[in-house]
T-cell receptor, first 117, second 113 residues
Framework: ETGVTQSPTHLIKTRGQQVTLRCSSQ?????VSWYQQALGQGPQFIFQ???????GRGNFPPRFSGLQFPNYSSELNVNALELDDSALYLC????????????????FGPGTRLTVT | GQNIDQPTEMTATEGAIVQINCTYQ??????LFWYQQHAGEAPTFLSY????GLEEKGRFSSFLSRSKGYSYLLLKELQMKDSASYLC??????????????FGTGTKLQVIP
């Protein structure tokens, strides 16, 4: 158990719909990263939030957006779903002191399996 | 950008030793991780190297050579439960100064009796 939780566990959506995935960080962790993992691939970095601000983004289009709340929980929103968005979505949290100093270990949640039909 | 290479699949025998290699190219290197991921589960942290040399933790060891952009994960006394994917991940400073972790595609290890 990492102390990071995600909801829902599984989700089925139709192409064109919108989806919101949620992540609760481990206590005391102020930095959360979101990853997309397609079957048989490594996790791909989507974006990262530190103290409610996005401070890093991977090669994902703007229809992937996020939020981090004062309690450091986080949401990933995906608009206009496409079939290729079907994947496991992972969030990971860690503690960062100051903008650039970060603990080395990040803890992953169990993931949300999204299927787009 | 980053380029992380590791073998796609490996097979090893229970009780043996296996070495999984990872090469990377990046700027602003700030550490290399190894994660284990069982099918259908989230990655779990195995090791972290930021300086050259070998880090040992029980049956698992990880080595780093920053000048060569090279790391390996060594698994000793293999057990059937070690069958999983092993992910090499590199942390560096992205644009804007934030720290970003980039994963390789993973090496699927099958341990056979």
């Amino acid at each position: 158990e990492t102390g990071v939780t995600q909801s829902p566990t599984h989700l089925i959506k139709t192409r064109g719909q919108q989806v919101t995935l949620r992540c609760s960080s481990q206590s005391g962790h102020n930095t959360v990263s979101w990853y997309q993992q397609a079957l048989g691939q490594g996790p791909q970095f989507i974006f990262q939030y530190y103290r409610e601000e996005e401070n890093g983004r991977g090669n994902f289009p703007p229809r992937f957006s996020g939020l981090q709340f004062p309690n450091y929980s986080s949401e990933l929103n995906v608009n206009a779903l496409e079939l290729d968005d079907s994947a496991l979505y992972l969030c990971a949290s860690r503690a960062t002191s100051g903008r650039y100093r970060s603990s080395y270990e990040q803890y992953f949640g169990p993931g949300t399996r999204l299927t787009v039909t | 950008g980053q380029n992380i290479d590791q073998p796609t699949e490996m097979t090893a025998t229970e009780g043996a030793i296996v070495q999984i290699n990872c090469t990377y190219q990046t700027s602003g290197f700030n550490g290399l991780f190894w994660y284990q991921q069982h099918a259908g589960e989230a990655p779990t942290f195995l090791s972290y190297n930021v300086l050259d040399g070998l880090e040992e933790k029980g049956r698992f060891s990880s080595f780093l050579s920053r000048s060569k952009g090279y790391s390996y994960l060594l698994l000793k006394e293999l057990q059937m439960k070690d069958s999983a994917s092993y992910l090499c991940a590199v942390r560096d400073l992205g644009s804007g100064g934030y720290q970003k972790v980039t994963f390789g595609t993973g090496t699927k290890l099958q341990v056979i009796p």
